[in-house]
């Protein structure tokens, strides 16, 4: 295989429909932890850690049990969903997996639908999670780059999960599960700052992704968290406006994180779905 190598980790388990789930920002696969075990009896679920986050590296080498695949001529250096898409295309070849249902969670949810630009053929179903389609406006953009230097610079420990956690889940998880704010923030604060700071440019630069969504003729499903106030339910029946194929499914009492805040809710949204899509 030819081009630069790139280690990505991935977490499996499970039998069944292939169904691919990218990670949101800044956490790493384990966020779809509580969610595995719902599934697993009816999915192939394989979760990525993204480029520069969790166990994935940055910069191409590789680590214990990681997985090698080669992202082609796509310029590391310049951050960019196209080439975090090109890793999971990539992880997909390697485990012979011509079509899968994808999924997405926020930066998970560009990722995916960068995926469907580059190579919407290998997209069976389409699931995005408290994401949105359209580019950061110029406010959005300042603020993605002004945390990416940050990190560099001061690295992420004693900032980053205060700053975020108010934002990434609701006030009723806040309030009564204390648990699940404290496993986000170590979540959070486990991650490499090199790799906050890539996955942000990346974000900052990622366009428009409505004519994908309208191009998709495949089943979609869009999930948003009531209590979403990163992408909140507008953003999602945007979407679903798009989408030939969407539906909706807006989740009571949860944020932008709904496979932490509510995965039996999730798990009972999805397998019903799931189980009508043909691979």
């Given at each position: 295989?030819?081009?630069?190598?790139?280690?990505?980790?991935?977490?499996?388990?499970?039998?069944?429909?292939?169904?691919?789930?990218?990670?949101?920002?800044?956490?790493?696969?384990?966020?779809?932890?509580?969610?595995?075990?719902?599934?697993?009896?009816?999915?192939?679920?394989?979760?990525?850690?993204?480029?520069?986050?969790?166990?994935?590296?940055?910069?191409?080498?590789?680590?214990?049990?990681?997985?090698?695949?080669?992202?082609?001529?796509?310029?590391?250096?310049?951050?960019?969903?196209?080439?975090?898409?090109?890793?999971?295309?990539?992880l997909l070849d390697q485990l012979e997996l011509p079509r899968v249902v994808l999924?997405?969670?926020?930066?998970?949810?560009?990722?995916?639908?960068?995926?469907?630009?580059?190579?919407?053929?290998?997209?069976?179903?389409?699931?995005?999670?408290?994401?949105?389609?359209?580019?950061?406006?110029?406010?959005?953009?300042?603020?993605?780059?002004?945390?990416?230097?940050?990190?560099?610079?001061?690295?992420i420990s004693g900032w980053l999960a205060d700053s975020m956690l108010p934002n990434?889940?609701?006030?009723?998880?806040?309030?009564?599960?204390?648990?699940?704010?404290?496993?986000?923030?170590?979540?959070?604060?486990?991650?490499?700052?090199?790799?906050?700071?890539?996955?942000?440019?990346?974000?900052?630069?990622?366009?428009?992704?409505?004519?994908?969504?309208?191009?998709?003729?495949?089943?979609?499903?869009?999930?948003?968290?009531?209590?979403?106030?990163?992408?909140?339910?507008?953003?999602?029946?945007?979407?679903?406006?798009?989408?030939?194929?969407?539906?909706l499914v807006e989740l009571a009492g949860s944020g932008h994180l709904p496979s932490?805040?509510?995965?039996?809710?999730?798990?009972?949204?999805?397998?019903?779905?799931?189980?009508?899509?043909?691979?």
């Open positions: 295989m030819s081009g630069r190598m790139v280690a990505v980790h991935y977490i499996e388990s499970g039998a069944g429909t292939p169904l691919v789930l990218l990670h949101a920002f800044p956490v790493d696969a384990r966020m779809w932890n509580p969610l595995r075990g719902r599934l697993e009896e009816q999915a192939r679920v394989i979760t990525p850690d993204q480029r520069g986050l969790g166990e994935s590296s940055l910069d191409g080498s590789t680590a214990r049990g990681m997985l090698e695949a080669p992202v082609g001529k796509l310029p590391v250096d310049r951050p960019s969903v196209d080439v975090a898409a090109a890793d999971i295309l990539e999924g997405g969670c926020s930066m998970g949810g560009y990722v995916a639908t960068a995926v469907l630009r580059a190579a919407p053929q290998r997209v069976a179903g389409l699931l995005l999670v408290d994401t949105k389609a359209p580019a950061d406006t110029d406010e959005q953009r300042a603020n993605r780059l002004s945390v990416a230097t940050r990190a560099e610079e001061e690295g990434l889940l609701s006030a009723s998880t806040r309030e009564r599960r204390p648990e699940v704010v404290e496993e986000l923030r170590a979540l959070i604060e486990a991650q490499p700052a090199d790799g906050v700071a890539w996955a942000q440019r990346a974000m900052a630069a990622r366009p428009d992704s409505f004519v994908a969504l309208r191009a998709f003729g495949g089943p979609a499903m869009v999930v948003v968290g009531a209590e979403d106030s990163i992408t909140p339910p507008s953003a999602a029946r945007e979407m679903v406006d798009a989408l030939p194929r969407g539906e932490m805040e509510s995965p039996e809710a999730l798990a009972d949204a999805v397998l019903p779905w799931l189980a009508g899509i043909e691979v």
